[in-house]
């Protein structure tokens, strides 16, 4: 199984971004899908996740900029940026919750994508 981001980059205050996480194998299904962001200095933390049903969960910090959605035939989650931030600047992490099988599960990780927010 492999999870991999793409869609970080260098984007002025105010601007948007947008970042896809792809997981691709031997899938059987996927439970919840999140975004997670570490910032030099700081501890990783939950920015949004989504349910494979399509519920939605924010940090505080992010709710009415950003937006997670999911598209369940393509194994990928999203994450629209809007309204960003310097202190949005860090590195984003995909998180998946996936079953190998009916019994069998683990969560899995992307590399990571830089996104930096600056004049």
């Known amino acids: 199984v492999h999870v991999a981001e793409s869609g970080g980059g260098l984007v002025q205050p105010g601007g948007s971004l947008r970042l896809s996480c792809a997981a691709s194998?031997?899938?059987?299904?996927?439970?919840?899908m999140g975004w997670y962001r570490q910032a030099p200095g700081k501890e990783r933390g939950l920015v949004a996740d989504i349910t494979s049903g399509g519920t939605t969960n924010y940090a505080d910090s992010v709710k009415g900029r950003f937006t997670i959605s999911r598209d369940n035939a393509k194994n990928t989650v999203y994450l629209q940026m809007n309204s960003l931030k310097p202190e949005d600047t860090a590195v984003y992490y995909c998180?998946?919750?996936?079953?190998?099988?009916?019994?069998?599960?683990?969560?899995?990780w992307g590399q990571g994508t830089q996104v930096t927010v600056s004049s």
């Open positions: 998180n998946a919750q996936i079953m190998a099988s009916a019994w069998l599960g683990a969560d899995y």
């Open positions: 194998g031997s899938i059987f299904s996927i439970n919840a």
